[in-house]
Structure formats: C-alpha cells, structure tokens
C-alpha cells in the first residue's frame, strides 16, 4: 500500500512517555505549591527552611495533615501512572496484537487474509505491508503448485492410459501384430520419459540445487545456434545471431538448457516459410541481456503472460508436429529467476514473440571487438553431443 510518512513509533513513544512525565511533573509541583508555598506572599519564590518548619509547626498543616495528604498525592501518582502507561502501551501496540491475530488466523485458515493496517507509515504498518505482500506471494505460489500438480498428474496420466490400452488390445488379440504394438509403446514411453526429465529439470531450478561459475552468454547462444541449426534448415528458418561478451555467474548447464529452449520454441512458433529468428546478446548497466525474437502468427496481449506457465501452450506448431508438454517457457522462466534475473514476453506487431532475459553481469573485461554472424539454411551442422530443448512453450 502506498501511505504518506508519518511518525516513527519510536518517536511516538518518546513523545508519550515525556508528556507523561510532564503531566505527573506538574501534578508535583502543583502538590509542593498546595502543601509548601500556600499563604506565602510571593507564590513564586523557592520554598526555603522556614517553609517546611511552618509546615510541621503546631497550629499548621502538621504532620498529621501533611503526611496523609502527600501519601494520598504519591498513591494517586501511582495509579494515574499505571493507567496512563497501560493505556498509552496498549495505544502503541495495537497494530502488533493485530498483526499477531492475523498471523494466528492465516496459520489455522486461508491465506486469503489480509491484515490492511490503516493510518499513515511507520515501522508497524510496513511490517504489516510486508507480510501482507507476503501472503500475497505464498498463496500466488500454492495456488502455482496446486496447478502445476494436477497438470501434471494429468499429462502422466495420459501415455499410461494409452499404454494400458495398448496392452488391453494385445492381451484381447492375440493375432495383432506385436511390432506395431512395440512401436508405438515405444514412442509413448519416449514422451513419458521427456515430460518426466522436463518435470525433474523444472524442480532443479526451482530448488536452486546448482553450483555458480561464470558463463558467457554469448557462447551459450552459439553453442544453441549450432545445435538446432539443421532444424532450422529442414523448415526454412533463418537464424541470426549478434552481441558481446555477456558473462554471469551461474549454471552452465541450466543457462545453456534454458538458451536452447527459447531457440527451439521460436523455430516451431514461425512462419510457415521464410521464418526469421534473432537471438542477440549484450550487457547493459549491471546486467546482461540476452534477447530471442522470432516471425511467426501475432499473439494477442492477454496470451502473452499466460505462456510461462507450466503446461500452457500457445499457437501451435507450424513445423514439429509435436504437441509438446507445455513446459519450454516454464523452464525458461524458473532458470532465470533461479539466476535472480527477469523474464520478459513481447508480442511483436508484425507477428511473433520477442523473449527477453536479463540476469546480474559478472565482474570481467570489456569486450572491444563486437562481432555478428548469419546464419542461414545450408550454412553449418549441428554440433554432436549437447542438450537438446524441451519442447514447446
């Protein structure tokens, strides 16, 4: 929430606890007056020996006027002190009691609770901002992981009840051939194993269960290029790639999975010909960039954030074939926060998707020979050996 600044509660204690001591001040002197200076000519003046003889003299006040009363004033003192601290304690420490019930009620209730702490900023209502922004998160994040779990649960489901099918139709017929059966175990086995890789990668970087080292995201970029080069020239894509020297600090493994990823869904998301991918690098301020922006059908605005959701999926492929599992930009965008870094989705107005990653810059040299290169259907191999993408967006 957004709340003009107001008194800290430090200095509101101090300002209460000093005007305390000024009232029961008062009431003090108010007392050494009444019993002290009463009937003396000059009301102002110090009391002085004779003050307090006249006082105790016979006739006066005398102690057996003067001892009650001053009891009674130090009695009334007490009790006003004690009511007036309570008070004044209770005042000052209402938003924590309420910030306690709140915690109370969210831990044996929804998290749908809020605490909206009323008045004007100090330390007790950012603590409640904060742990209302909290909840806010915590309960995005379950709401997250209750999809993500029965989606996935939902596409487990589906190769194993093919496969119990399959084996149903053989174990009903005998006479039905047994290679087309094996075959097509086979190619539903594959997809469980791949979603289920996809699901242990997606819990990896969730889980942050990495060791850091500086890697460059430009190589990482080439590296991707020639990796999934043939699938471009198979389908008429052009690849360009540009940029800098880009270093970061973590996975290599992860960065380079999540590079591939971005790579293979702009290839299966484009045009039917003549499709165009760029992927360029850079470093700007304290971050490097790394950006991947492809032709393809426009996306509408509203899709746009949807597509890093775990079993979302956008337009469909225009040259795979393969329906994929909805969990490419899923990755994409827990490697990156696993880096502490931001993701960004763009719809091209021409049609397409530009893809954005910027992740914290590691300390190097600058790079002073920028360099770009092109590639295009026919120009280069796949190089043997790497990571291949998850599928799909």
């Known amino acids: 929430m957004d709340r003009r600044q107001g ?90 009691i309420r910030i306690t019930d709140a915690t109370r009620r969210v831990a044996n209730g929804p998290l749908s609770y809020r605490i909206r702490l ?21 309960e995005a994040h379950v709401a997250e992981q209750r999809r993500f779990a029965a989606n996935a649960s939902h596409e487990l489901r589906t190769p194993l009840a093919v496969t119990q099918a399959l ?16 075959e097509r175990l086979r190619v539903v086995n594959t997809r469980a194993i791949d979603l289920t890789e996809a699901l242990l990668l997606l819990s990896r970087a969730n889980q942050r269960s990495f060791t850091r080292t500086r890697v460059d995201l430009s190589l990482l970029a080439e590296e991707a290029t020639e990796t999934l080069l043939p699938l471009a020239e198979k389908h008429g894509v052009t690849i360009e790639t540009s940029g800098d020297l880009s270093t970061t600090t973590g996975s290599q493994a992860l960065l380079l999975q999540m590079t591939m990823n971005l790579l293979h869904n702009a290839i299966g998301h484009n045009l039917p010909e003549q ?21 393809g059908e426009k996306l509408t605005s509203e899709l746009v954030p949807t597509l890093t959701e775990p079993f979302q999926r956008g337009t469909e492929r225009v040259h795979t074939g393969h329906a994929g599992f909805g969990l490419g930009l899923a990755i994409v965008k827990s490697i990156t926060r696993a ?15 530009r893809v954005t990653v910027h992740l914290p810059a590691a300390p190097t040299r600058a790079r002073t020979d920028g360099g770009q290169a092109r590639h295009t259907p026919g120009a280069g191999s796949a190089a043997g050996g790497l990571p291949q993408p998850r599928r799909d967006m």
């Open 7 to 96: 008194l800290s509660v430090r200095l509101k204690l101090t300002l209460s606890y000093a005007g305390f001591l000024v009232i029961a001040g008062t009431l003090l002197l108010a007392a050494v007056w009444v019993f002290l200076l009463r009937g003396r000519s000059n009301s102002l003046a110090v009391p002085d020996r004779s003050d307090f003889l006249r006082v105790f003299s016979p006739g006066s006040f005398g102690p057996v006027v003067f001892v009650p009363a001053g009891i009674l004033v130090l009695a009334f003192l007490l009790v006003f002190g004690l009511v007036g601290g309570w008070l004044l304690a209770g005042r000052m420490l209402a938003p924590l």
């Open 118 to 138: 009323p008045g004007r900023r100090d330390e007790f209502r950012e603590l409640a901002d904060s742990f209302d922004t909290m909840l806010a998160q915590l």
């Open 167 to 182: 084996l149903d139709v053989a174990r009903n017929d005998p006479h039905h051939d047994t290679r087309e059966l094996v």
């Open 275 to 295: 499709g165009v991918v760029w992927v360029r690098t850079g470093v700007r301020a304290d971050m490097v960039v790394l950006t991947v922006e492809n032709t």
């Open 339 to 353: 880096h502490d870094g931001t993701l960004t989705l763009t719809p091209r107005p021409a049609g397409g998707l």
